[in-house]
């Protein structure tokens, strides 16, 4: 089934060590996004990448980074976890870039800083 | 600026009641409106979308909503609710010009009583 995939599915990480979140799709979707969510606080931009070779800083940028070096993946780092960034994480994907393309996400990644 | 605000974080309705989930935006620009359904432990599912034309938007499982600029509202409701209408709702506004600066509100939660 085409989509998206996220791993891992979860996972406990002690603080300031480094951790990669992995996301692919098979849609062959122009852009990405990674947000978080955190209870009553809806989903916020990480960052996004319009395309491959590119990527921008959403709402809550700090302590993460990304890159694209190709269309189907696009990993998140935490280069030193940090409590805060207790949260659970969707990568998500639109066909197009405009305002009119939904987007389609994975079902996440759980992940508890200690 | 654009924001959304959801009226009511949680909402339960009796099974075979109406569902009226409430949504309020603010935009500089006429906006493009989205009803994403996220079920637990799940990625958010595209529930329907208001981009240009009519204004009364069908969706999947018998959702539907109504754009209306005067109240800058953007509603969902479903005539009659099923237990497995059981989930987060949340109500996302953009604008034309990039899907990633779409802005999510923090979501309703809606409870079927039996």
């Known amino acids: 089934i085409a989509g998206i995939t996220q791993a891992p599915t979860s996972q406990i990480l002690a603080a300031g060590r480094r951790m990669t979140l992995r996301c692919t799709q098979d849609m062959r979707h122009n852009a990405m996004y990674w947000y978080r969510q955190d209870l009553g606080l809806g989903l916020r931009l990480i960052h996004y990448?319009?395309?491959?070779?590119?990527?921008g800083k959403g709402e809550v940028p700090d302590g993460y980074s990304v890159s694209r070096a190709n269309t189907d993946d696009f990993p998140l780092t935490l280069a030193s976890a940090v409590p805060s960034q207790t949260s659970v994480y969707f990568c998500?994907?639109?066909?197009?870039?405009?305002?009119?393309?939904?987007?389609?996400f994975g079902d996440g990644t759980r992940l508890s800083i200690l | 600026a654009q924001s959304v605000t959801q009226l009511g974080s949680h909402v339960s309705v009796s099974e075979g009641a109406l569902v009226l989930l409430r949504c309020n935006y603010s935009?500089?620009?006429?906006?493009?409106l989205f009803w994403y359904v996220q079920y637990p432990n799940q990625g958010l599912q595209l529930l329907l979308k208001?981009?240009?034309?009519?204004?009364l938007v069908k969706g999947i499982n018998g959702f539907e909503a109504e754009f209306k600029k005067s109240e800058t509202s953007f509603h969902l409701t479903k005539p009659s609710a099923h237990m497995s209408d059981a989930a987060e709702y949340f109500c996302a506004v953009t604008r034309y010009s990039s899907a990633s600066k779409i802005i999510f509100g923090s979501g309703t939660r809606l409870s079927i009583r039996p």
């Open positions: 998500a994907s639109s066909e197009g870039t405009g305002g009119n393309q939904p987007q389609h």
């Open positions: 990448s319009n395309t491959a070779g590119t990527t």
């Open positions: 935009s500089s620009v006429p906006p493009y």
């Open positions: 208001y981009t240009t034309g009519a204004t």
